[in-house]
């Protein structure tokens, strides 16, 4: 059954008084409901004929004529407006009425409206009108000047207007002044003034440009015109963006403006036609466009469009009309594909085979084309997983690095032309200390740039690694005679004669460290490590003659304040060739380790971080030395900073008790500091077999809650790992990392703190060297990249020694079997190919009590 | 836009010369100062095709989908701004747009 149509008029009561008809109109008109205000108007002016009545009865059917046209039924709005001119005809036309005729095409009704009832409007609708009719008039529009006087200031200034137009199109900038100084300021043409005026300064003066343009109104019949040269000088990587809702003349008219040729703008209509293109659209576009962009580069681009989802993605080129995947071509996107993967196997699987593909046939003449793509395919492995920069050599004959470093030598036999591949290569195995492979590859290397800066370096560096001083010296001096201010091999070359030096008089070679010496002197003209040769020629005199070895290091240690410094400086150079230190000390008059003043202690502090910088630990004999004196100086008034610093440096240096004193002293200056709280935990309880009291695990937790609160990550996370450590399934008190804890490896026995010695290789790799060597992918870089800006370097640090320790999922333990996927921490840093399938019983037991 | 090549219009047989001088033509072009990522764009470009070696390298292993703003420069690069004639204006003075 149909529902029964609601009328218009909701209450139509014929008995109701003209007061409360009104009242009701009045009341729907102003909530927007024209359909009842016209239904109750008219009922109305059945009891009521009055001029009143039918002025607000039009007023409504203004109302529902815009409300038509709104939603674009504009067929029923005209209905509408013309019943409304119908029913009171002397009313001026509405804008919206006239707008709406010259959409609709009905110009001649507006140029007889306007002929014939433009007085009855006020004057901004009448310049606007005229604006429109104008606008109409210079576009061709032939009914304007048919329905006009011939006096009309449309046609009287369209001659002007059609002048200024035509000079612009044809670049005639002085005709195009001329005309535009001839529209008056109150002409129908002023906003064709505007605009044109407005595209004359576009590329000059854009803002001035964009300010012209905005004084032409929306209503203005040069409003289409302002709109499409607004498109046209938007910014070029905005202007596909906006011009999505641009009708066709519009989008014509700007492209144009915008500097875009026809083919260009033909092509742009193809891809609206297909629509948002994806990536197998985008593929199918390729190919039907090819003989547009060219056979290959289509191609090419095509293949890159394959990469996310090969090789399902290969068949897109056959069903795009293209002919199926070449042997070439699978094997290069699958290539790219792996590098999208994070297992560093597969990339090397795949660059391998893509290179076998090329070297099938006759070998590739040197320098040929072919020969370079084979290079550049043999070394991408390694250039893109960035391994060899900084790796050091596993001697795995199936590690990653081993393989990269294969691939890269055998990439030279096609392209020796490659310095950086050469040098890269021998830093490597430098690094490693193969100095036979590292001086091969030299050789060859040298042979091709005699004269290259970089790899002279390398020279010297290996020749040094070597203890071959006469070549290192020869070395230097060709580096020096390329560069004469090369002041960095003059140094290396100091530091290993001094290092000689003390190796000769290790061995008693007493004229031999002499002649190093005098060597070492020679190539230190700058002085730069005067100090540290006085005290070894000190060392060399007190060796030879008791007396003038005692003056000399007097001398010496005056030099460098007499105080715990000199001492210290003293005792490094005595463990350096063997010699107890407290007989020198004692020697050259200081009978025990000066306890630091206030004003000794940082300058002491920095040697020992210098020192430590260096990479050098701090020999046992030397700690006791220096532990009493310094245990004693921890009360010095320090600043906080320093206080902090200081504890760090001798955490560093594993100085226990010292650091123990430094932080209680601090305690009891800034009582409960989180910073202080754990340095005197990790000092009391590190290394050491018992459990500490409930009572002191609990003011580390209050510390690590006290300094994540103030937003102290670092302190906060090292306290909280310690904490873990401690918990019902921490691993106690001996906080290893789970790297050095093999059964068949007893770290401890041989002397080694495995925690120290996890710290220590993380710290000479470097945030970078670790994420390279653990495969981190760009996504987990970047994260710890977001986390080094948050927390520090320091505290990056402290988090990847935790996931070590920890083996989190990510990076993984770096057990020597852990398989494809990213690349395994620990020395040498690489995981064996013979370990690739995965292994389900690798997790660590949780519980270590059970094990 | 993602192909150096593109950026710096020269055609995929360019060498060494032709890359140098493009990018010269284009520096002056565009001056840091002027557009700054612009200027990236073509410094980027030109590092990628600088050399013999690092144009076969972009040839293989760049793998950057094409862009939309790619297949349109491809087709007809970019010109300088231009006048639209008489007809295009009419069109929209009898306001259609």
């Known amino acids: 059954m149909k529902k029964p149509r609601q009328t218009a008029s909701v209450q139509k009561a ?40 039918r002025l607000a009865l039009a007023g409504a059917y203004a109302g529902r004529a815009r409300e038509l046209a709104a939603k674009g039924m504009s067929k029923e709005a005209l209905t509408i407006w013309q019943n409304r001119a119908q029913l009171v005809p002397d009313l001026p036309p509405e804008m919206d009425y006239l707008a709406l005729l010259l959409r609709l095409g009905q110009v001649r009704t507006v140029v007889d409206l306007y002929a014939r009832g433009a007085s009855r409007l006020d004057a901004a609708a009448r310049a606007t009108l005229g604006s429109l009719l104008a606008a109409r008039h210079l576009g061709g529009e032939a009914a304007v000047a048919a329905g006009l006087p011939s006096d009309d200031p449309i046609l009287v200034q369209g001659a002007n207007a059609s002048q200024a137009l035509d000079a612009y199109c044809r670049g005639d900038d002085p005709a195009l002044r001329d005309a535009l100084a001839a529209i008056p300021f109150r002409s129908p043409y002023r906003d064709l003034a505007q605009v044109l005026k407005a595209l004359q300064r576009a590329s000059a003066a854009p803002a001035e440009a964009a300010e012209l343009l905005a004084k032409v109104d929306d209503n203005s019949g040069f409003a289409p015109l302002r709109r499409a040269c607004e498109l046209g000088l938007s910014a070029p990587e905005t202007l596909l963006e906006r011009l999505a809702g641009a009708g066709d003349a519009a989008r014509r008219f700007a492209l144009t403006l915008a500097g875009w040729g026809e083919e260009r703008q033909a092509l742009w209509d193809e891809v609206r036609r297909v629509g948002d293109p994806g990536p197998q659209t985008m593929v199918r576009l390729l190919h039907r466009q090819r003989t547009r962009l060219g056979e290959d580069w289509a191609r090419r681009q095509a293949l890159r469009l394959l990469v996310p989802g090969f090789p399902k993605t290969a068949a897109w080129v056959a069903e795009g009309g293209g002919r199926r995947l070449s042997e070439e071509e699978r094997l290069l996107v699958a290539a790219w594909r792996a590098e999208e993967g994070r297992n560093p196997w597969d990339i090397v699987d795949a660059w391998r085979a893509y290179a076998r593909h090329l070297l099938r046939g006759p070998l590739p003449e040197l320098g040929s084309e072919k020969a370079l793509r084979v290079a550049l395919v043999l070394r991408r492995p390694d250039r893109h997983l960035d391994i060899l920069s900084d790796a050091i050599p596993s001697r795995d004959p199936d590690g990653l690095d081993t393989e990269l470093a294969r691939l890269v030598e055998a990439s030279l036999d096609h392209d020796p032309d490659d310095r950086d591949s050469h040098e890269r290569l021998i830093r490597y195995y430098l690094r490693g200390k193969d100095l036979k492979t590292a001086r091969r590859l030299l050789e060859r290397a040298l042979a091709r740039f005699p004269a290259d800066l970089g790899l002279l370096t390398a020279a010297l560096d290996i020749a040094l690694a070597g203890d071959s001083f006469k070549k290192a010296a020869r070395h230097a001096r060709e580096i020096l005679a390329l560069d004469p201010i ?14 000689h030096a003390r190796k000769q008089m290790r061995a008693g070679r007493l004229d031999l460290a002499r002649k190093e010496l005098h060597l070492a002197a020679e190539w230190d003209p700058a002085g730069r490590l005067r100090e540290r040769r006085g005290l070894l020629g000190g060392l060399l005199d007190l060796a030879q003659d008791q007396a003038q070895g005692e003056a000399a290091l007097r001398e010496q240690v005056r030099g460098l304040g007499g105080g715990i410094t000199a001492a210290f400086v003293l005792t490094l150079e005595c463990a350096a060739i063997g010699r107890p230190a407290p007989a020198v000390l004692k020697a050259v008059g200081l009978w025990k380790v000066p306890i630091p003043g206030q004003a000794d202690l940082p300058g002491f502090l920095a040697r020992l971080r210098n020192h430590l910088d260096g990479g050098d630990p701090l020999p046992a004999d030397v700690r006791r030395l220096f532990e009493g004196p310094l245990k004693a100086a921890a009360h010095s008034p320090l600043s906080l900073g320093e206080a902090e610093a200081a504890c760090d440096t001798l955490r560093r240096a594993g100085l226990a008790e010292a650091r123990l004193a430094f932080a209680d002293a601090a305690l009891k200056r800034w009582p409960r500091t989180p910073v202080f709280v754990l340095h005197a935990f990790e000092a009391r309880y590190e290394d050491r077999d018992r459990r500490p009291p409930a009572r002191e695990l609990g003011h580390l937790s209050d510390a690590c809650d006290a300094a994540r609160a103030a937003g102290d990550q670092r302190t906060a996370h090292r306290a909280e790992e310690i904490l873990r450590s401690y918990g019902p399934y921490g691993y106690g008190p001996r906080r290893v990392g789970r790297a050095f804890e093999d059964d068949d490896l007893d770290l401890r026995g041989l002397g080694i703190d495995p925690d120290q010695a996890l710290r220590t290789f993380v710290e000479a790799m470097g945030l970078d060297g670790l994420l390279n060597i653990t495969g981190a992918s760009p996504k987990e870089r970047a994260h710890l990249r977001q986390l080094e800006r948050e927390v520090g370097r320091e505290g990056v640090m402290e988090i990847l020694l935790a996931m070590l320790r920890n083996g989190l999922p990510d990076f993984g333990p770096p057990s020597p079997g852990r398989p494809k996927g990213p690349v395994p921490a620990g020395p040498g840093g690489v995981s064996g190919k013979a370990g690739r399938e995965p292994r389900k019983d690798d997790d660590e037991p949780e519980q270590f009590d059970l094990f | 836009m993602s192909d150096p090549y593109l950026v710096l219009g020269l055609p995929p047989d360019a060498d060494d010369a032709a890359v140098h001088a493009a990018y010269l033509a284009a520096v002056a072009a565009c001056p840091p100062d002027r557009d700054a990522r612009r200027f990236e764009a073509i410094r980027a470009a030109y590092e990628a095709l600088r050399t013999r070696r690092a144009r076969l390298a972009q040839d293989l292993f760049d793998r950057t989908p094409p862009t939309l703003a790619d297949l349109l420069d491809k087709v007809e690069p970019l010109g300088t701004p231009c006048r639209p004639d008489r007809r295009l204006f009419n069109a929209l003075l009898r306001g259609g747009e």
């Open chain 1, 14 to 53: 014929p008995d109701q008084t003209p007061e409360a008809l009104r009242a009701a109109a009045q009341g729907q008109v102003a909530a927007g409901r024209y359909r009842e205000a016209i239904a109750t108007y008219k009922d109305l002016l059945k009891v009521e004929n009055a001029p009143e009545t």
């Open chain 1, 486 to 499: 090369n002041t960095g091999a003059q140094e290396r070359l100091v530091k290993a004669h001094l290092a």
